[in-house]
């Protein structure tokens, strides 16, 4: 009896342990980029988060509350501090669009534009314009395992299928059991390491595992980065079509 | 001939009170003169540095490049065509390629344009050969301006960041290798010179410029599709309007000058036309006509601006010459206007500016001296005999 308890628990630890690793010589790197855009997409979402911008001068908090629909619009409105309140951002495919209510104007942001950063964070409208879909623009390739915030990670080099892609080549640590990336650093075309992301606090909502906390960095620039804090996320809500329109800027 | 004898000789006869006229009036005179070729070499310094610098002999603007629309920069960039490249190759022409990017100094994040331009190109006066270095690095030579605002200094390295022409973002490092020290703050602030060939392999836009311009010889450029010829008359429209703006904000100071001669003036030919009533009389009495009274007093007025030219002249040569030669050392304020002047205006008086200002004062003066004499005409002579006004 005792031993077939030794064996089962043998079985088990070796299961635990095991698996893992059993699993990243199985999957491939595009499988796990599919199933890292699967826990991540959705129809649609609604997303309250704030910002935390760490600058020279000290850091100051934005709050935003924004309703995502597939993967080409997105509609957000700040909501803190009073300062920012009310300003509006409209996302369809690749154009953007922001409603100042001080200026009561609606512009459209392009160009050189495009390269500032939002809200005076380390993200730029740029990086807001991407496809958030990985598969879409990225080759994947396992090259090694490792462990992160004490959660066992592949880690994945993600080298772009096309031309148009803003980063060439990216490196991303994804959770081997929840499919998160934990860490991103994101490269030029000439191999200059340009952005980094560290997930700080992963949580469970409605069967998904959502990065809830994490550190954004333009690594060329001195500071201590953007942190990005979900305070609450409801996927595949409802959400009204006459959100997403540029009427709804002004309302 | 008697007249102006005549005219002379009351006028000297008059003593102080002609000569502070006339001092007056000179200072209208050489302040005038000194403004206007103020301005006039306000606009000299600035053509000719910028066509120096960066017009030469006209540009050929790639169809979408439009240096006031920021946003249409990512678009202005195509392939050469033939005609251009042949200029290019008879080193008649220099392309320039222009793309946004950002700049990196000391952890900083700043915007600006990273222009590319031939190493050995000699079309425009930019020192351009300093980036004829094979480093590791990007050769890059920035303005004193922008070494100021950034920080960079001849040797320090910078990363440059920017996306290529499929939207792709690259960054490299860059290394000062000159600062340069220019007036025009349009080759300056805000911009970094790259090889010519190094941007267009980084950028992916082989063979390909934003602007090409052409050697100040060439006489007529020819039609390019896709590329627009803009002449010098179209490129230095701006500085001709800003020049032209402050010269007429500063007609408005001359005018208050004249003007103050001239009420000066006026009155001495009212004070003089009232207190002389017994010679206008007399004269009247010996057969002069009115008519001839009238020239009389309108030439002696008229000679207030003769003698103000002669004593300007006196004063004013030696000053503007000294002053021509000298320069007006300018405030560092200046700069930050946009106008490439630098460090010193020299004015620039020419023969057109001195007659022309001349000939305005005695026509002026010529009228003002005319307006009171025209009592004269309503005076009886027996009432001027007897010092009455009619």
Redesign the interface.
Known sequence: MNLWKNIILFALIFLITSGPSIQAQTLSGEQILERVDNNYGSDNKIMVATMVIHGRRGSREVTSKTWVKGDDRSFTEYLAPPREKGTKMLKLGDQLWMFSPSTDRTIQI????L???VMGSDLSYEDMMEDPKLQNMYNAQVISEETYMDRPCWVLELT?LK??????SRKIWVDKERYVVLKEDRF???G?L?KTTEVKKVEQIDDRWVPTHALFK?V????EGTEFRVESMEFNAEIPEYIFTKAALRR | MTLFKLAFKNLLGAGIRTWLNVVVLSLSFVVIIWMQGLYKGMNNQAVTSTIDVIYAGGQYWQESYDPYD?????DAHGVLPDELKSLIKKEEATALLII?G?A?P????M?LLIKGIAPDQKIISIPSHFLDKETKDIPAVIGTRMSESTGLKKGDTV?L?W??A???????DATIVQVMRTTVQTIDQGQIWVPLERLRE?SRMEGEATLVIVDKDIANPSKTEGWEFKSLDFLLQDIKQLVQTKTAGASIFYVILLLLAMLAIFNTQVLSIFRRRKEIGTLMAIGFTRAKVIWLFTIEGAMHAVLAALVAALYGIPFLTWFSKTGWSLPESVDSYGFAIGEKLFPVYSAGLVIGTTVLVLVVTTIVSFIPTRKIAKLKPTDALRGKSS
Do not use: V, W
């Not at chain 1, 392009?110 to 534009?113: F, K, Q, R």
């Not at chain 1, 031309?163 to 060439?168: K, P, Q, R, V, W």
């Not at chain 1, 060329?220 to 500071?223: D, E, H, S, T, V």
């Open positions: 392009s160009g050189h534009m390269r500032q950063s772009s031309e148009d892609i803003a980063y060439h030029a075309k000439g200059k340009l333009d060329l620039k001195n500071g | 920021p946003l249409t920069l990512q946004q950002t990196y000391q952890g900083r994040m915007n990363t960041r996306r290529d499929n939207g792709t973002f690259d960054a490299r980084l």
